[in-house]
C-alpha cells in the first residue's frame, strides 16, 4: 500500500483526528447526573460496540444497560433518550466552540499529505460542521479542506442522504473530489462500513481500545484494510 495508488484522501473527524471523544464522555455524565441518572456505572457506560454510531444508540444503549429504560432500541424517537441527548448535546456545545484537541500525530500527518493532494482532501463526518471548522482552525488546517470537502451533519441534512454507516457521505465524497481511488482514515467500525461500501480503501487508526478489539475480531463484513497503531505507522507503511 502506497499513498501514490490513491488519487485523493478522506479523513473521518471525530476520533481521528479530533480527540473528541474525552468530552463527549464527559458531557453525557453530566446530562445523565442532572437528569438523575447518577448511578450509572463506569461499566454500564463504557458501552465499546456503541462507539462511533450515532448519539441516539450511543446515549440509548448506555440507559438500557443501566436499566432505565427497557426497551433496546431503536432510541431515536425516545423520549427519555432524546431528553438525555438534547441537555448532552447542550454541554458539548458548550465545549466544543473552544475546538478539540489533536489525536497524536494527526495535525503532522495532514500537514505531511496536503502539498501532494491540493484540493484532492475531504473531512466526512457526523458531525456539525461548526465544530469541525473550530478544530481546523486551531490547527491551522483550514487551509487545506475546500469549504464543499467538508462533509458533516448540516451536508447530510441538505443532501437528504443518511450518515454512516451507509456510504452516502462517502459516495458524495468521492463525486465532490473526482476520485476513482480514494484513501480513508477512520477510527470506528461505522465510519469503516460507511467507506467501505463506498469502495474506498480504509485505514484505521487503532487509538480506542474497544474499537481495535472489534477491528482485530474478524468479525467484521467490512474490516478495515489497514489497522494501524498510530500516524507514525501510517506514515511509514505508505512510504511518507
Do not use: C, W
Request: glycine share 8%.
Amino acid at each position: 500500500m502506497k499513498l501514490s495508488d490513491y488519487d485523493a484522501i478522506a479523513f473521518d473527524v471525530e476520533g481521528t483526528l479530533a480527540d473528541t471523544i474525552p468530552t463527549h464522555h464527559a458531557a453525557r455524565l453530566q446530562a445523565f447526573s442532572e437528569l438523575g441518572y447518577g448511578n450509572i456505572t463506569a461499566q454500564q457506560h463504557e458501552l465499546g460496540k456503541t462507539y462511533g454510531s450515532s448519539s441516539s444508540d450511543i446515549i440509548g444503549g448506555v440507559l438500557h444497560e443501566a436499566g432505565v429504560i427497557k426497551e433496546n432500541g431503536p432510541y431515536n424517537e425516545n423520549p427519555v433518550v432524546q431528553e438525555a441527548l438534547d441537555l448532552k448535546m447542550r454541554l458539548y456545545e458548550q465545549a466544543a466552540e473552544a475546538g478539540f484537541n489533536a489525536m497524536p500525530g494527526a495535525v503532522e500527518f495532514v500537514e505531511s499529505v496536503a502539498s501532494r493532494y491540493i484540493g484532492r482532501m475531504a473531512l466526512v463526518t457526523t458531525s456539525q460542521e461548526r465544530f469541525v471548522t473550530s478544530f481546523l482552525e486551531k490547527y491551522d488546517l483550514l487551509k487545506y479542506f475546500a469549504r464543499d470537502l467538508i462533509i458533516g451533519e448540516d451536508t447530510i441534512k441538505s443532501e437528504g442522504i443518511n450518515g454512516k454507516p451507509a456510504p452516502d457521505s462517502y459516495n458524495l465524497a468521492k463525486k465532490r473530489l473526482h476520485a476513482d481511488s480514494l484513501l480513508v482514515f477512520e477510527d470506528t467500525a461505522p465510519g469503516t462500513i460507511a467507506a467501505k461500501k463506498a469502495g474506498a480503501t480504509v485505514v484505521a487508526v487503532a487509538f480506542e481500545p474497544n474499537n481495535t478489539k472489534l477491528f482485530e475480531s474478524g468479525t467484521l463484513e467490512y474490516p478495515p484494510d489497514l489497522l494501524v497503531k498510530d500516524y507514525g505507522e501510517a506514515r511509514r507503511i505508505l512510504g511518507i
